[in-house]
């Protein structure tokens, strides 16, 4: 059964860190952009950050740009998203999604096209 699973979510103060990951189980993600999205309440779901099959090439939004980072273990079929300075605008539900490459990373994320598998999302909250 193919299946992606996101944890490390959870509730956090202003200025703190969360790392999430993203487990698949009944395929390898070697061969797949890999995007993380997230959707806050009342608000349209939208890219935060997407990594290339290889690693070599990431994309971020520019209002998580210098405050996350992307990466992926092969080994452990898993990407993460660690995420640090995180403000009250990062709450939101984050998922994380698998597709084959048919545009570049960036477009991928920006219109949240080509990911063909998706995670049940872990939720975000940051509050005092």
């Known amino acids: 059964q193919v299946q992606l699973v996101e944890s490390g979510g959870g509730l956090v103060q202003p200025g703190g860190s969360l790392r999430l990951s993203c487990a698949a189980s009944?395929?390898?993600?070697?061969?797949?952009?890999i995007g993380w999205f997230r959707q806050a309440p009342g608000k349209e779901r939208e890219g935060v950050s997407c990594?290339?099959?290889?690693?070599?090439?990431?994309y971020y939004a520019d209002s998580v740009k210098g405050r996350f980072t992307i990466s992926r273990d092969s080994a452990k079929n898993t990407v993460y998203l660690q995420m640090n300075t995180l403000k009250p605008e990062d709450t939101a539900v984050y998922y994380c999604a698998a597709g084959p490459h048919i545009t570049t990373v960036q477009a991928m994320c920006v219109f949240i096209r080509g990911f063909d598998y998706w995670g049940q999302g872990t939720q975000v909250t940051v509050s005092s």
């Open positions: 009944g395929f390898t993600l070697n061969y797949y952009a």
């Open positions: 990594i290339s099959s290889s690693g070599g090439i990431t």
